[in-house]
């Protein structure tokens, strides 16, 4: 049933292969069981897990966020079968990898910027359909080239050719509050500030894009966030 499978990475939870799915290309996720745990208890955390992603991914796409299609899910292999972006990129990888050579450009610049704008709009949109993801980071966001199978040579600087699809679902939930809101973008700040410590701007212009994307709750959102933010800084200096 599915054909040239291959191995592509071994994650934290779980191991990814490529293969052909009824020709389309198709990334499997397969979580891994973790020997540390209770059999029943492992078992029933990754059908949590599944079941998670599997719901956000279709939630996601009807709030109109950007998400892999979805296949198939299969409980009892522990995997999920979804679209494989194969011409993307990590929001990490661009920015560390790509980006770096040009940010002293305009195109890097505004690039840089859009990309900022697009993940705060993003996220902004999965918060208003009370998606909370859970584990906001910029490995979990991929950049597309609008028409997927045709490109080959990616320009990412045609920003407007471009795409973010959000990605690992997993630990997401769906909650109304304001700070089950707060807390995601804690965790953004978090991960954007360890991972691209070079660009202290970053989240703050993620956030403005959050902040003015919908103005409906904001305040009460950010609020949350700066004391969910004042909490953690007073943990890390009781040590
Ligand atoms: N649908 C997809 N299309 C293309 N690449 C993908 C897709 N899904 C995941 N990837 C790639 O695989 C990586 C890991 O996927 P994912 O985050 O879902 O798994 P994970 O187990 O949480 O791994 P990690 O611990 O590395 O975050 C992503 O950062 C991305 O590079
Ligand atoms: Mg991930």
Known sequence: MCENLQMLKQGAEAKLYICNYLGKPTLIKERFKKNYRHPDLDTAITKERIKNEARSIVRAKVAGVKTPALYLVDFERRRIYMEHFEHSITVKDFIINVFTEDQNTEDGQSTFDSIATKIGETVRKLHDSNIIHGDLTTSNMLL?????????????????NIDIVMIDFGLSHIDTSAEDKG??????????????????????????????YNINNTNEIISKFEEVRARGRKRTMVG
Request: charged residues 25%; without cysteine.
């Open 144 to 160: 597309v080239p609008k028409n997927n199978s045709e490109q080959n040579n990616t320009d990412w600087y045609q920003i407007d």
């Open 183 to 212: 807390v995601d973008l804690y965790v953004l700040e978090r991960a954007v500030i360890s991972t691209h410590n070079d660009y202290p701007d970053l989240f703050w212009k993620i956030l403005d894009a959050y902040k003015s």
